[in-house]
Structure formats: structure tokens, C-alpha cells
């Protein structure tokens, strides 16, 4: 039997270098691997690439690894809800490829599936097929790097040309996801919104490593129910049900609305 589990997250992420660049799984603060995270904080990996739908909270999700100054760069493309990250952007300590939710999505998807590149309208008329966006900010105001353009090519679809831009696929070293649970063989099953993104972390990591909510033995899961196989993941670890769970706004309506 192949079995996939670790003893602790710390022996999960112990082989993570500087400078590696890694996919963590996320849609806000839902399906946020905190564990992973914190693991990765505390043995000081710093230098860091990452790719992930947004960057958390100042002081939860992959928050508390930009307040410690661990990450060089985030690929992403929702990031109003941290101060320290626009602090960081805007003084030019950190730099950030923007990128249109969907396209993100999908290009994680193509790596995972060994797709080099693909075509999409989304973007096209704007900076990010033109280029320009601002990538690093030089600290007094200024733009030191911006993207560069991108190809734009027309294509026939549904009875009419229209332009398409060209977006590459996104591999990376390592994965961090969440999961409700999984198997000894890495097959995984995600709860409600933390199904956004985790899987596709998850595909495009060269190596994944899932924390997962509840550990079961191979053939208790049942297969149609299974949103990632096992082999998209190389390593899990059981961090119980207990596990700290954020809400970013938690809004209750009055009697009688």
C-alpha cells in the first residue's frame, strides 16, 4: 500500500527551500492549510514565490508568512483585504503579478495537467494583454518593473473572430492545501468554498503536500465522491477536526429582515 502520511507538519514541509515557489490553496480565508503555514513560518523558509487566489489577513493565511517578510513575490488576483501587503507593494519590498481570477484558476490548472499555455478573452484590451501593470513599485511612487505585453492573436469562435491573449501555465515546486479529508492514498474530498482553488493548487505543484481534517483508511472514501485522486498528492497530514477556522466579515441580520 502506498501510504502517504506524515507524522506532523513540520516533517511535511521540512524540505521547502528559500526561494521555492509554492501553490497554497484558498478562496479568501476558506480552505486556508494554516498548519502548513505556520509550519513553514516557524522554520524560517524565507524568499518566497507564491501563487494563491489572495494573501489572507495580516495575521492569518499566508498573512502571517508576508508580516514576517518571507515572501518575495505573489501571484494573485484579490489582495484588498491585507494592509501589510499594500504597504509592502506600494514601498516596493514585494512584487505582484496580478492576474484575472478565472485565468488564474485555469492556468493552475494547465500546469497541473501539462497544458504549456492557452488562449482566453479575458484581459484583452487592457493592461494585462498590453502590458504595464505595475509589478514592483521603486518606493517613491514610481514603477520599477512593469509586465510585459502579451500575444493577442484572433481566432474564429462561434461564427466570428474575436481577439484571444495568451497566458502560460503555472508549475511550482510545492503545493499547500486544506482538505476535509482524505486517504492514506492522498485521494482528497473539500468542503463547500474550500473546494475553490485547493484542487488546483494542488494539481500544480510539482510536489503537494494536503493537511487534511480527517484521516481515513484506502476504501472508505467513495469514489464519486473524491475531488482530487491521490495521484496529484505526494504527502498528508492529519491536523483533526478542532482545527482554527477564520471568517474575514461576519455579518448578522436584524429580527425581521
Known amino acids: 500500500m502506498i501510504d502517504k502520511t506524515v507524522p506532523s507538519a513540520a516533517e511535511a514541509v521540512a524540505d521547502i527551500p528559500d526561494g521555492a515557489s509554492i501553490a497554497v490553496g484558498g ?21 518566497l514565490s507564491v501563487v494563491s487566489n489572495n494573501c489572507g489577513v495580516d495575521d492569518w493565511g499566508l498573512g502571517v508568512l508576508l508580516r514576517a517578510r518571507r515572501i518575495r513575490k505573489m501571484t494573485s488576483s484579490y489582495v484588498g483585504e491585507n494592509k501589510e501587503f499594500e504597504r509592502q507593494f506600494l514601498s516596493g519590498e514585494l ?3 496580478l492576474t484575472p481570477q478565472g485565468t488564474l484558476a485555469e492556468k493552475l490548472r494547465a500546469g497541473g495537467a501539462g497544458i504549456a499555455a492557452f488562449y482566453t478573452q479575458t484581459g484583452v484590451g487592457t493592461q494585462v494583454a498590453e502590458g504595464g501593470l505595475p509589478r514592483r513599485y521603486d518606493g517613491s511612487g514610481g514603477v520599477a518593473v512593469a509586465s510585459a505585453p502579451k500575444d493577442v492573436r484572433r481566432f474564429d469562435v462561434d461564427g466570428r473572430a474575436r481577439e484571444f491573449v495568451l497566458e502560460e501555465a503555472i508549475v511550482t515546486d510545492f503545493a499547500l492545501v486544506h482538505a476535509l479529508r482524505g486517504d492514506r492514498h492522498g485521494n482528497l474530498v473539500f468542503n463547500k468554498a474550500a473546494r475553490n482553488f485547493n484542487p488546483l ?5 510539482r510536489v503537494c503536500i494536503a493537511q487534511v481534517e480527517e484521516l ?3 476504501g472508505e472514501l467513495e469514489p464519486d465522491a473524491v ?3 491521490g495521484v496529484f498528492v505526494h504527502r498528508l497530514v492529519e491536523v483533526g477536526t478542532g482545527i482554527e477556522k477564520r471568517i474575514e466579515r461576519r455579518t448578522v441580520a436584524t429580527e425581521g429582515e
Open 227 to 229: 475531488h482530487l485522486p
Open 201 to 205: 493548487a494542488a494539481m500544480a505543484g
Open 27 to 47: 478562496f479568501g480565508l476558506s480552505g486556508n492549510p494554516i498548519a502548513l503555514i505556520e509550519a513553514l513560518l516557524a522554520q524560517g523558509t524565507t524568499d
Open 95 to 97: 512584487e505582484l503579478e
Open 216 to 218: 481515513v483508511e484506502p
